[in-house]
């Protein structure tokens, strides 16, 4: 009886020991929550094509031969909201910007006259002299033409002058090269097959030179590797 009673607690020690330092401990199951995808910026195909379908229908051209950059504004104006797209650059070497100063454009020819009638007799009140001129087309339109100067301190020396009657001038900076004012145009296709001013607006520029060229369609690389 007391063998028996040894090997009980014998056992019973070994167990022990065993469940102790030689059990793998019980570890409680995670659950297999499913990551989310990162956002690396790319495209599917699928989704591209979809875009692509969704584009209307455009006609692309390069328009070159403007005389001046108001010019090349002006034509995109008058196009509205059938220019889908547009982007005025300058080829060749870049040269020294020049300086306009000009009273921005009245609401109509009756209010930009009266302005500029007011303008030339304050000036020769105020014995000052200035070339002034009224808009007649392009961007600025019944504005008031100030002048033109090659030095930024001789545009803001007349802004100045003119402030002190009372009126508000601004300064517009007019880049140059020595290359050609080039006009890329994106224009809604239905525009250009349906609607005669098209033809009429090119056609009153005999001066430009007209290139239809194949619109982008091919994804950038920030869509696909």
Do not use: H, K
Not at 10 to 34: C, D, H, K, M, T
Not at 47 to 58: G, T
Not at 159 to 182: C, D, K, M
Request: one cysteine or more; hydrophobic letters at 45%.
């Amino acid at each position: 009886m007391r063998y028996i009673a040894i090997f009980l607690l014998l056992a019973n020690i070994g167990y022990f020991s065993w469940v102790r330092y030689g059990a793998e401990p019980i570890v409680p199951p995670v659950p297999n929550i499913p990551r989310q995808l990162l956002n690396s910026g790319l495209t599917l195909v699928s989704e591209y094509e979809a875009q692509l379908a969704a584009q209307p229908a455009l006609n692309c051209f390069a328009i070159g031969g403007f005389s001046t950059i108001d010019d090349a504004s002006s034509l995109i104006a008058e196009l509205g909201d059938a220019a889908f797209a547009s982007d005025v650059s300058l080829s060749g070497d870049p040269l020294s910007s020049q300086y306009r100063v000009f009273i921005p454009p009245a609401s109509s020819r009756r209010i930009a006259t009266i302005t500029l009638d007011g303008l030339s007799e304050s000036l020769i009140a105020a014995e000052l002299e200035s070339e002034i001129y009224l808009i007649t087309r392009g961007m600025l339109e019944n504005g008031i033409a100030l002048g033109v100067f090659s030095e930024l301190a001789n545009a803001e020396a007349a802004r100045n002058g003119v402030q002190g009657l009372g009126y508000a001038p601004e300064i517009e900076e007019i880049p140059r090269s020595t290359g050609e004012i080039q006009v890329q145009l994106q224009v809604l296709e239905r525009y250009v097959l349906e609607n005669p001013a098209w033809l009429e607006l090119t056609a009153g520029r005999p001066d430009l030179t007209i290139t239809e060229n194949l619109c982008e369609t091919i994804a950038q690389g920030t869509q696909f590797p």
